[in-house]
């Protein structure tokens, strides 16, 4: 008697923590699922922030060979023309 009350026990603690288990690994999925959303969305964030650096630095790496390709009397031409407004 004692063995069927205690196995009618066990199954329903078996039974309850099968159930934990399963709404415990659904929640623990889920919140995976975000924490990776977040990191995603901060990662894009990252990489949009390089991509205007590059623009950035190609800009100015295009305006300093501009620059550099001047001859002497060009640039005192220039200097010229905006100091002595």
């Known amino acids: 008697m004692?063995?069927?009350?205690?196995?009618a026990?066990?199954?329903f603690f078996t039974k309850a923590w099968l159930?934990?288990?399963i709404i415990g690994g659904?929640?623990?999925?889920?919140?995976?699922v975000l924490f990776s959303a977040r990191s995603a969305g901060r990662q894009a964030e990252r990489v949009e922030g390089m991509q205007r650096a590059l623009q950035n630095v190609k800009v100015?790496?295009?305006?300093?060979?501009?620059?550099?390709?001047g001859s002497d009397d060009d640039f005192?031409?220039?200097?010229?023309?905006?100091?002595?407004k």
């Not at 659904?26 to 995976?32: D, G, K």
């Open 2 to 7: 004692l063995g069927l009350i205690w196995s």
């Open 9 to 11: 026990v066990g199954g």
């Open 19 to 21: 159930q934990i288990a």
């Open 26 to 32: 659904a929640a623990i999925a889920v919140a995976a």
């Open 60 to 69: 100015r790496n295009e305006v300093d060979r501009i620059v550099n390709s």
């Open 76 to 84: 005192d031409r220039l200097r010229r023309k905006w100091t002595y």
